[in-house]
């Protein structure tokens, strides 16, 4: 009932920042959490940051002060704003939202250089 497609991944030297959307779409009537996970080859997937309606927001330690959470919720829209990337934010990101059970984006590529 819920279809997220993600947006925004790519190549970038070290330093430098991306932005990843999330758009869903379908039936949306409340959507109380949304947030992110990344999955590096041979690494465990990680939650990087969430957001919840009330206005909570949440990170990892390894990106608390490079990365930003936000939400258009006009747009029923979610950003990660990646600042300061390093080489090891390498991964595929997956955002996903809860409105009653959980749903996935396809995931995005994101590639740090040295």
């Known amino acids: 009932q819920v279809q997220l497609v993600e947006s925004g991944g790519g190549l970038v030297q070290a330093g430098g920042s991306l932005r990843l959307s999330c758009a869903a779409s379908g039936v949306i009537f409340n959507i109380d959490v949304m947030g992110w996970y990344r999955q590096a080859p041979g690494k465990q997937r990680e939650l990087v940051a969430v957001s919840t309606s009330s206005g909570i927001t949440n990170y990892a330690d390894s990106v608390k002060g490079r990365f930003t959470i936000s939400r258009d919720n006009a747009k029923n829209t979610i950003y990660l704003q990646m600042n300061s990337l390093k080489p090891e934010d390498t991964a595929v990101y997956y955002c996903?939202?809860?409105?009653?059970?959980?749903?996935w984006g396809q995931g995005t590529q994101v590639t740090v250089s040295s």
């Open positions: 996903y939202v809860r409105q009653t059970q959980l749903y």
